[in-house]
């Protein structure tokens, strides 16, 4: 039964995730790299097309409104949500430079930008790597399995090892909202 076989295969995904040490290290890490981005005063903003960028919507989200509990809010964006912005870039430039473009404009040095593409090859998510690295942000990657052409200008890489969307998807948001955890308790520890 196809049901039965979407859960097991999402199951078998994450198993590889929780039995892979280098990725649990490099989720953590990412996290240390944004809780200290917020106590500097700096910002962790996402990227994605499509699902990606909804579930790119949701993360930030997460940051800029609560996780588990109530906070003060941290500053995190998906540089997606101006239409105004995306449209007249897209048709002005080229969709390829729509992050590209809002990362000259906001991004800075000690910021950090998490990027999801499941194939690692979005050329607008890659153009906004490049951006990111000369303005010396941090660079994070959740993809799939290869990591694509993104591999390349991640300081983190978290490549899903699937080549299956909805599988690399679902491993996507559970990583996010690990890193969610990680970062909301790190900076806002609660008592008892």
């Known amino acids: 039964m196809r049901i039965i076989e979407s859960i097991k295969e999402s199951i078998e995904v994450k198993q590889k995730i929780l039995t892979n040490s280098y990725l649990i290290s490099d989720i953590r890490k990412i996290a240390v790299a944004c809780a200290n981005a917020f106590s500097r005063g700096n910002k962790v903003l996402?990227?994605?097309n499509g699902g990606s960028a909804a579930d790119a919507q949701h993360l930030a989200a997460e940051f800029s409104g609560r996780f588990y509990y109530d906070r003060p809010p941290l500053p995190a964006e998906a540089l997606h949500v101006n239409s105004s912005f995306?449209?007249?870039v897209a048709n002005d430039y080229s969709y390829d430079e729509v992050y590209a473009r809002l990362l000259k404009g906001i991004g800075k040095e000690?910021?950090?930008?998490?990027g999801l593409s499941t194939s690692g090859n979005s050329k607008n998510i890659i153009r906004a790597f490049e951006v990111a690295r000369e303005l010396?942000?941090?660079?994070v990657g959740l993809t799939g399995e290869t990591g694509g052409d993104l591999a390349g200008l991640c300081d983190y890489l978290i490549n899903i090892p699937s080549r299956d969307t909805p599988r690399i998807q679902e491993s996507q948001i559970m990583v996010g909202h690990i890193i969610c955890d990680l970062v909301?308790?790190?900076l806002f520890p609660k008592e008892g």
Do not use: H, P
């Open 184 to 186: 909301e308790s790190t």
């Open 110 to 114: 000690g910021d950090v930008l998490i």
């Open 136 to 139: 010396r942000m941090t660079t």
């Open 46 to 48: 996402f990227c994605g």
């Open 86 to 88: 995306l449209t007249a």
